[in-house]
């Protein structure tokens, strides 16, 4: 079988990413401790060029190339310009955290870009075989990235509990998908669901690896009941890993569930319907009664992110464009607040210090009033308290939802959003009205200072303006 050299030409901001990805890695070696900041400027500028490369090639109908394996259509090209864009927060606000705890290392950067060059194969599979290496290639970079911080044993042990569940679940998803391959005879996500609709009577080995998919990517995006990890895994990483597991993989998670069930498996909606809500509602429930009781803020956001992946199934689940379009904007709006929270934790933390308790945030709104309205935009948006940019996400989903036919379902989720607030609202009670145990200043660069602003004020800016954001992601879709 012979390939056209012009079917890489979609291919090229991958190309361009392991390349510079490489590039880095080997020009690291040669630099000393002090010049380390040049493996930084090297890595932001390879995601700037990436996402040049991205958009200039945005084609204006979906191309899919070498044999069926990749697709670039709309929706990648929306996914992956917010991958790169969550990536370069996570460097700007890990900078100055990773150097004052030893961390500021080539291989902290060289690992993220491999992880987002295999969220980019996430985004664009069209393919089993394609999705799976996107997603393992993802998975080992984090999985070492959560095992940097050598010298501390609750990183080690998150790393390996972080292992051996993402090697079940990575296992559980491989199972599903050779039980579809054995049913239909392809890898091919398009000849899947050709397949499916050619053949009217449901096939017990295609529903089982339907069941098993599912399962598998149950445990990478942490639904409940296979959220065990999570919350160990934010707690034990360092923060800078834990700001970039909790931001641009959710992306990629969205995008692999629409690769898999909405392309492959669509004619199985009534079959995967009944697993989601199940998912949906245990996530929603769990999540947010759990969140009330943590103390320590990484393993609240834990919860917190568990969950709004509650939600994110809400809006699969409505299996129409309305409902993927709402849960794809709820996925872009859920990983700019994530980013914002986990950035106020690292700007609150400090040489031997870890901001990770609830009471860390005690009178912030004293010892720095606008980095405490900046959280206060952030929590209210995650609560899904309006003019904020998360309760526009909630209403759109909940819209969707509302619209095909799951009225309780909708209840259940405003029920239990509700109950989420408490936990939210705890922080802005904290930070204006109770008195501060901590006097520090707020050692940040000016650059993390700046971004961590806009980060705040886009939570607003796109809360007071959704629509463009929104009817990007319907248009995506």
């Known amino acids: 079988m012979s390939v056209e050299l012009s079917e890489f030409l979609p291919l090229l901001p991958e190309i361009f990413l392991l390349t510079m990805a490489c590039v880095i890695l080997i020009v690291d070696v040669y630099l ?18 990436t996402g040049i490369l991205t958009y200039q090639l945005a084609p204006a109908e979906a191309e ?51 992880a987002v060059l295999g969220m ?22 984090l999985y070492a990235m959560v095992a940097m911080q050598r010298d501390s044993a609750i990183a080690t042990e998150a790393a390996m509990k972080y292992f051996v569940l993402g090697a079940l679940a990575s296992g559980l998803l491989l199972y599903g998908m050779s039980m579809i391959y054995g049913a239909t005879g392809t890898l091919d996500l398009q000849q899947v669901s050709d397949h499916i609709a050619a053949n009217k009577a449901k096939d017990m080995m295609l529903l089982i690896g339907m069941v098993f998919s599912i399962v598998g990517l149950a445990f990478k995006l942490g639904a409940v009941p296979f959220h065990m990890w999570v919350p160990d895994i934010y707690h034990g990483s ?33 079959d995967w319907q009944d697993l989601l809500i199940i998912l949906a509602v245990l996530s929603m429930v769990i999540g947010n009664v759990v969140a009330i009781a943590q103390t320590n803020i990484k393993r609240m956001l834990a919860y917190s992110t568990i969950a709004h992946m509650g939600f994110l199934f809400l809006g699969i689940l409505t299996a129409n464009d309305a409902g993927y379009g709402a849960a794809m904007f709820y996925t872009i ?12 934790i690292i700007l609150l933390s400090r040489k031997g210090f870890e901001a990770d308790k609830l009471d860390d945030f005690k009178g912030l709104n004293d010892r720095s ?15 899904g308290v309006p003019p904020a940019l998360g309760f526009y996400a909630k209403l759109a989903v909940l819209e969707a939802v509302v619209n095909a036919g799951f009225v309780w379902l909708a209840v259940v989720a405003v029920v239990f959003s509700i109950v989420g607030a408490f936990y939210y609202l705890r922080i802005i009670k904290l ?27 886009a939570v607003l800016f796109l809360g007071l303006f959704p629509g463009s954001l929104l009817a990007l992601c319907i248009s995506a879709i």
Do not use: C
């Open 32 to 49: 000393g401790e002090d010049m380390r900041a040049v493996t930084y400027a090297l890595s932001i500028l390879a995601l700037l060029g």
């Open 64 to 114: 899919v190339v070498l044999s069926g394996t990749f697709i670039n259509d709309q929706m990648a090209v929306v996914l992956k310009l917010f991958i790169y864009l969550l990536t370069i927060g996570v460097f700007v606000y890990s900078r100055q955290y990773l150097v004052l705890r030893d961390l500021f290392k080539g291989e902290f950067y060289v690992l993220a870009l491999f």
């Open 120 to 141: 980019n194969v996430m985004v664009s599979a069209h393919n089993m075989i394609s999705l799976y290496l996107g997603l393992e290639l993802l998975s080992l970079a």
């Open 238 to 270: 360092p923060t800078a890993v834990t700001i970039f597991i909790g931001t641009a993989p959710k992306i990629a998670g969205f995008a692999m569930i629409m690769r898999l069930l909405a392309d492959g498996l669509g004619g199985l909606q009534a």
């Open 333 to 344: 709006a859920y990983s700019i607040m994530s980013l914002g929270g986990f950035g106020m």
């Open 369 to 383: 009033p606008w980095f405490a309205l900046m959280m206060l935009i952030l929590m209210f948006s995650m609560a």
């Open 431 to 457: 930070m204006y009205f109770d008195k501060a145990e901590d006097h520090a200043p707020l050692e940040a660069s000016v650059d993390m200072r700046a971004v961590l602003s806009v980060n705040g004020l």
